[in-house]
């Protein structure tokens, strides 16, 4: 009797452990396939151009010959200066813009809040090439193009629906309560908000921030058509080594990795706050 | 009174530095495609520098189509963001006749303009003047494995044609581990699989428009040449010919996968380079077969400088192209990178430089489809347009990409021949009558 229930007892154990790996081999799989072409752009950055078209291999005399030819080429540093201009340019000036907007939404919405939340969204949805010309001539006559305010102005309002959007989930998961209490022992507005509701929503603002830094980082539409030469971020940088006639892969592999890297390791270095700010306010 | 004494020794200070900042002040801003020759050319920004003490390059290098937008947004807006622009010989008369570039009449006398390739500078005229300056020019040719064509006791003829080039794809095919017949452009694109499709049609009878703007895709000669392209490539081609553009099929040449490759003349060096080609000792070279008529058989490119009307600074911009196309400049880069990394296709003098000929076997070739090469006269029967492989008309863009992917489909089998050219062809009434071509 005692051995038949221990077996009984065991089996959905079994089960439930074998479901455990079964998961974890698809996660590491899923995990693989995402990162592969991420891993084959850095191996192709150490071949020669020679090595990089020849038959696909993992084993091969890795050089620097392709990083040393790239910088030789074009100035790194001054289009990774650019980018981390732009992106965390942007990120502020949204951040400014969209704090008070989400509050006035998240507390003191009116009958038009929603609609105006759904019309903001909706702009995310034009095809940003319908509005090419129209910006261009703008940004010639009031002289914007191919400086880095112009880029600024461009992400912030690029970014602007999904950070308002995305304060304001985290402003709603706010008990009023804690504001309410804030204001009987007599905090203004700007208190209430600066004291009381930012420290408590903090993680969901810093990955907000953080989500609008690597959208601005990896732009590449508005980057290419509005800059030429001074205000040019890392997008530019990369689509110079790209060409239909010539072989440049190895040169394109390594100035993407170049690319990447900064927003790679501050990735990295970020991805608790991330996932803490993602996550927020999901469980309750 | 002590300001007054000091007044002229601090004026002529003060101008000693506002003439030389002035000096400096002159920043151009030089568009570029990412190729080797102009690669080359942005590795000797510090020489020409150093002879214009004057002018600053900044270079703006992008990929093809993205500088082709990029440019078209701001000559077309008159953004001024460019000083001196890459463009090829498709844009020039259109943006000449538009009066975006600036003309480039009175060159100085030792620019020896005459020396320039009379094919390639009419190709970057319009009314007979020149908008643009010729950087290096390309028309296609074909190239074959020598040691395979012995083996299989293939002897190359003079003027190969295409039922030849099918009858000797079928030999080669498959001699060697992973071996096509042929090779061929087959990605889609106006610039890609059509450049090579329309001069197929070309010596096949076909053209694009009748002499009143009528397209003719689903004609006899447009059927047989694209049947012929479908039939050879899927018998005698490489796995997954459809996405193989130039760059493909050079890796796939140059790696020994390729009996035969029909492609720009500006392969001929990369693939004659021992230390990026396998095939270099036994590279071979022949002209662009031909089939019905030589007319139109290989096409006729070239990238080259121009100046935008919008530019603020005209002189410095002229100073600049005058150079980079001068002999002066293929000199130079033939002493400091070798001869076969010159920019062929440009100038006569080239092609009479013992030093080149000597470095280059196949400068002949190269020379001969350049000169052969006429876009005012590049079809059997007349049509009304300019350009061997394209429509010199700003709607052949959209035209050659939307039947490149028609094409594209015929190849992969998603739609037969006459599917695809009745396709291409309702989708090209409707354009060039949306344009005001067509009633």
Not at chain 2, 97 to 114: F, H
């Amino acid at each position: 009797m005692t051995s038949l229930r221990s077996t009984n007892a065991a089996s959905p154990r079994r089960s439930a452990t074998s479901k455990k790996v079964l998961l974890t081999v698809f996660g590491w799989s899923v995990a693989l396939v995402i990162f592969f072409p991420i891993l084959w752009m850095v191996l192709t950055g150490f071949k020669t151009e020679t090595a990089a078209i020849a038959d696909p291999s993992f084993i091969f005399s890795p050089t620097l010959e392709s990083y040393q030819a790239v910088q030789e080429r074009s100035g790194y540093v001054r289009f990774a200066l650019n980018s981390v201009a732009v992106a965390f340019g942007s990120t502020l000036l949204a951040l400014l813009i969209a704090i008070p907007s989400a509050y006035s939404m998240a507390f003191l919405p009116t009958k038009r809040t929603k609609g105006t939340l759904l019309w903001m969204l909706s702009t995310k949805m034009l095809p940003p090439v319908g509005v090419l010309v129209p910006i261009y001539l703008i940004f010639r006559d009031v002289g914007l193009l191919d400086t880095r305010t112009g880029l600024i102005i461009i992400y912030t309002l690029m970014n602007l629906p999904i950070v308002v959007w995305m304060l304001y989930t985290f402003f709603k998961d706010m008990p009023k309560d804690i504001l309410e209490a804030g204001r009987m022992d007599g905090a203004t507005t700007f208190q209430e908000v600066f004291f009381l509701l930012l420290p408590l929503t903090l993680p969901g603002i810093a990955s907000t921030g953080l989500l609008s830094v690597i959208l601005s980082w990896n732009e590449a539409f508005w980057s290419l058509n509005l800059t030429s030469s001074k205000a040019a971020p890392l997008t530019a940088y990369i689509a110079s080594f790209s060409s239909p006639e010539g072989l440049f892969w190895a040169k394109l592999s390594a100035a993407s990795t170049m690319a990447i890297a900064p927003i790679l390791i501050f990735g990295w270095m970020t991805q608790k706050q991330m996932v803490r700010g993602l996550t927020f306010g999901a469980v309750k | 009174m002590r300001l007054a004494r000091h007044l002229p020794l601090t004026s002529l200070a003060a101008a000693v530095a506002f003439a030389g900042q002035a000096q400096a002040e002159t920043e151009l801003t030089v568009a570029t495609v990412n190729n080797n020759d102009m690669v080359i050319m942005q590795s000797l920004t510090d020489v020409f520098e150093e002879a214009h003490p004057e002018i600053t390059l900044d270079w703006v290098v992008l990929e093809e189509n993205v500088l082709r937008q990029r440019m078209t947004t701001d000559i077309a807006t008159g953004g001024g963001q460019f000083d001196v622009m890459t463009i090829g010989t498709y844009e020039v008369p259109i943006w000449a006749e538009r009066g975006w570039l600036s003309p480039l009449d009175n060159l100085p006398e030792d620019y020896a303009e005459d020396d320039l390739l009379a094919s390639v500078r009419d190709g970057l005229s319009h009314n007979d003047t020149l908008h643009a300056l010729p950087f290096y020019a390309e028309s296609s040719m074909m190239y074959y494995r020598k040691d395979l064509f012995e083996e299989a006791g293939i002897e190359m003829t003079e003027q190969p044609t295409w039922e030849e080039v099918r009858e000797w794809a079928g030999k080669l095919h498959g001699m060697e581990d992973d071996l096509a017949g042929i090779c061929l452009r087959g990605k889609p694109g106006w610039g890609e699989n059509m450049a090579f499709v329309s001069t197929l049609v070309n010596t096949f009878g076909g053209r694009w428009f009748d002499e009143d703007w009528n397209p003719e895709l689903n004609s006899d000669a447009w059927v047989n040449a694209v049947q012929f392209y479908v039939d050879l490539l899927n018998d005698y081609g490489p796995a997954g010919a459809s996405s193989n553009g130039f760059n493909e099929n050079l890796a796939l040449f140059s790696r020994g996968n390729c009996g035969m490759w029909v492609d720009a003349t500006s392969a001929a060096g990369k693939l004659y380079d021992g230390d990026e080609s396998a095939v270099a000792d036994s590279l071979g070279f022949a002209p662009a077969p031909i089939a019905e008529t030589p007319k139109g058989s290989h096409w006729l490119w070239s990238w080259a400088l121009a100046i935008p009307a919008s530019s603020e600074n005209q002189d410095a911009a002229r100073e600049f192209i005058t150079w980079a196309t001068s002999q002066e400049y293929v000199e130079l880069v033939g002493e400091t990178e070798g001869w076969t990394s010159v920019p062929p296709g440009t100038r006569a003098s080239t092609y009479e430089d013992e030093r080149y000929i000597e470095a280059a076997p196949f400068a002949d070739f190269v020379l001969q489809a350049i000169q052969d090469a006429d876009p005012t006269d590049s079809t059997l029967e007349p049509n009304p347009y300019v350009g061997v492989q394209f429509v010199g008309i700003p709607e052949f863009q959209s035209i050659g990409t939307r039947v490149g992917q028609s094409i594209a489909a015929a190849l992969t089998g998603d739609s037969t021949v006459e599917e695809a050219l009745d396709n291409a062809q309702r989708a090209t009434e409707r354009t060039m009558q949306r344009a005001g071509y067509l009633d």
